[in-house]
């Protein structure tokens, strides 16, 4: 149970703490904790179309611009899979800054680990674990960023060099809403059948005690690559997800 514990401690501690920070080493610390209708990564369901408990934590020196942090949440699919384990721990640091132009540049590398997964022991999969290197630019309230996989990418055989690029803008609506705008093309290695494009359309508004988020989220995933093990549902259908958070 204690990768499942790990998720729900860290929005314990959350609901206990808020941002904090030293004063001669300039370090902010932060907590975030969030429930949502179905957890989407890329716009597949993590959770089978179910509910996710999710939780993290941030390290940022605001000076120089270097980050790390790790974040968690319930998931279901490596379990589907015949490989075990209901949780993802994320863990990632990098720097992030302004370049000339009003540029800004977000740089970094990021694992997954899927604690007690044996994904790699099932016929037909590598290990879950996935670890990525990426770069971002941002201008305005636009934003292009590419991921590419040093590692097999979530359980796919001879997948390594993978890669997510990501375009997305979020401009503000008026009255606190941000209206949330977002494509996104997943190349897998070696796997074409199993790549797909995603596009997220979604409005978010803060609301002092939490952060609300709505939002359509489709693929054109094919239905055999990404359908659950345990029930033939498509991971990628088009579907509405409802997610509360809320950032201390």
């Known amino acids: 149970m204690k ?7 860290l929005m314990s501690i959350a609901g206990a703490a808020s941002a904090q920070e ?22 597949i369901s993590q959770t089978r179309l179910q509910p996710a408990l999710q939780g993290g934590a941030d390290l940022v020196h605001e000076a120089s611009g270097w980050y790390a942090g790790a974040w968690a949440s319930t998931i279901k699919w490596t379990s589907d899979a015949g490989g075990g384990g209901k949780a993802e721990l994320d863990i990632y640091g990098g720097r992030r800054g302004q370049l000339a132009g ?77 209206l949330n705008l977002h494509a996104g093309r997943q190349r897998v290695a ?36 990404y359908a659950s093990p345990a029930n033939g549902k498509f991971l990628g259908k088009s579907a509405l997800q409802l997610t509360v958070s809320k950032t201390f």
Do not use: M, W
């Open 22 to 43: 030293t004063p001669s080493s300039g370090i902010e610390l932060s907590y975030n904790a969030a429930a949502t209708s179905d957890y989407r990564y890329r716009g």
């Open 3 to 9: 990768r499942i514990i790990f998720a729900v401690s």
């Open 102 to 178: 009003g540029i800004g540049y977000d740089a970094g590398v990021l694992t997954y680990v899927y604690p007690s997964n044996r994904l790699g022991q099932v016929a037909g999969f590598a290990s879950a674990n996935t670890t990525e290197v990426y770069g971002q630019l941002a201008y305005g309230v636009a934003l292009l960023k590419y991921s590419h996989a040093l590692t097999n990418l979530f359980g796919y055989v001879d997948s390594k060099h993978s890669g997510y690029l990501d375009l997305s803008a979020n401009p503000g609506l008026g009255n606190g809403f941000v």
């Open 190 to 225: 070696h796997n074409g059948g199993a790549s797909y494009t995603d596009y997220k359309i979604g409005v978010t508004r803060e609301f002092g005690v939490a952060t609300v988020a709505l939002a359509a989220i489709g693929t054109n995933a094919g239905k055999a690559a």
